[in-house]
């Protein structure tokens, strides 16, 4: 199953179909619908609408084919139905009092506007509510439906083409992560090994220093320093953090290549990734480990600004 991004553009422009004439040809139909539909990242699945009073009625079968279609994401869907003619039998003339406003109006605006460009008969007739006449219930609806179907199917394919991509990204980061895990994880021995000579170079040096100290002094210095070795060991064993990291990537491979709804899921293993990071950060005891931390966590945030646009 793919990926699918919340982010997403698709727009087509549709005509109905018209029944052939008595030659046999099909007329062109005067009718054209425009449709436009956005989509952005969210949280939850908001719908907005900017439809002409013609479609209004259609709103909520346009809201059920939007549910049915998608799950998560901003989405916008703008519509216009507009005559680009007229048939000869619907030509109708505008009334005397309705060419006079139109003639009124236009000297206003050219008065302000000396190089708008003039009304011409099609605007005319276009804007006469006598040739405005509307498709009927049954041609209207199936006509708007079938527009919005093939709509959706596009902007599923670019919301799966944009998915992709994110997955592929995601892995990559994947990849880096586990690169990063493996080079800090032999760094940690070295540095306990390290401090633990430098506590008993330490407690060599403070001992001889004081020239009435006994054998057993010496030798519970020397435990003590071994125990302050291995408490420090503790302190910086980031062990099964990075185990839990692995754990995380390996679910976050597993989820990409499975696909469907996985927005969610992934980010919530974002953050425990970031909580991994940043207890190795926060454990380091080298400029080396803090080092690698600091690429995880910016790894990390780059992956959690890519999961926000996942569905």
Do not use: C
Not at 84 to 104: F, R
Not at 211 to 233: I, K, M, P, Y
């Amino acid at each position: 199953m793919p990926v699918y991004s919340m982010t997403g553009y698709a727009s087509l422009q549709s005509t109905p179909s018209t029944p052939p004439a008595d030659n046999g040809e099909t007329p062109p139909s005067p009718w054209r619908l425009s449709l436009e539909v956005r989509s952005v990242n969210s949280r939850f699945l908001d719908l907005h609408f900017r439809l002409p009073d013609e479609l209004r009625p259609y709103e909520n079968t346009l809201r059920e084919q939007l549910q049915k279609q998608l799950r998560r994401g901003k989405v916008e869907l703008r519509a216009s139905l507009e005559r680009t003619g007229a048939l000869p039998d619907q030509l109708q003339v505008p009334g005397a009092l309705l060419l006079q406003k139109l003639a009124s109006a236009q000297d206003s605006i050219r008065n302000w506007l000396p190089d708008a460009t003039p009304l011409s008969v099609a605007d005319v007739l276009r804007l006469s509510p006598a040739s405005q006449s509307s498709l009927p219930e049954a041609e209207l609806r199936p006509w708007v439906q079938q527009a919005a179907d093939q709509l959706l199917e596009q902007l599923r394919e670019a919301r799966e083409t944009e998915g992709r991509q994110l997955a592929d990204s995601l892995l990559q980061r994947v990849q880096q992560l586990r690169l990063l895990a493996a080079e800090a994880e032999p760094l940690i021995p070295q540095v306990v090994e390290a401090q633990r000579q430098r506590f008993l170079d330490k407690w060599k040096d403070a001992l001889q220093a004081g020239n009435n100290a006994s054998s057993v002094s010496r030798d519970a210095a020397q435990d003590r320093a071994l125990a302050e070795a291995a408490a420090f060991a503790l302190r910086i064993d980031v062990a099964e953090e990075l185990t839990r990291l692995q754990s995380h990537l390996d679910t976050i491979e597993e989820l990409l290549k499975k696909g469907g709804e996985l927005g969610k899921r992934l980010d919530f293993l974002i953050q425990e990734l970031h909580r991994e990071a940043n207890t190795l950060g926060s454990k380091s005891a080298s400029s080396e480990t803090s080092r690698i931390a600091m690429d995880m966590k910016v790894l990390v945030e780059q992956m959690r600004e890519q999961v926000q646009n996942i569905e």
